[in-house]
């Protein structure tokens, strides 16, 4: 499984951003597999921000961005995405997007069986 992010930038406080992961593989099928974004900011641990099923059904939010992150998928097109509303400075970090195929939805990264590449946000003043 590869997955490609893109959609990061420079943003302003209370600003936006979405992010875009795109899936690919020669036997991978999207639909299979649980998603979810994590995010790394300089010095310190990788940590969950959200997640969504397979089906999109069901979505899961850190704390930290409950009310201003909405996680989304399209599976016909194998992407996940991540609408980032009013930005916080403290929400700068490396996102990264991942796949996880077990059957339950998990906000730990290490059963996440692949990730993508990252792409960083700032958050200004």
């Known amino acids: 499984v590869q997955l490609q992010a893109s959609g990061g930038g420079l943003v302003q406080a209370g600003g936006s951003l979405r992010l875009s992961c795109v899936a690919s593989?020669?036997?991978?099928?999207?639909?299979?597999?649980?998603m979810g974004w994590f995010r790394q900011a300089p010095g310190k641990e990788r940590e969950f921000v959200a997640a969504i099923s397979w089906s999109g059904g069901s979505t899961y939010y850190a704390d930290s961005v409950q009310g201003r992150f909405t996680i989304s998928r399209d599976n016909a097109k194998n992407s996940v995405y991540l609408r980032m509303n009013s930005l916080k400075p403290e929400d700068t970090a490396v996102y990264y997007c991942a796949a996880d195929s077990s059957f339950v939805v998990t906000t730990t990264p290490t059963r996440y069986n692949s990730w993508g590449q990252g792409t960083l946000v700032t958050g200004l003043q």
């Open positions: 593989g020669r036997t991978f099928t999207f639909s299979n597999y649980n």
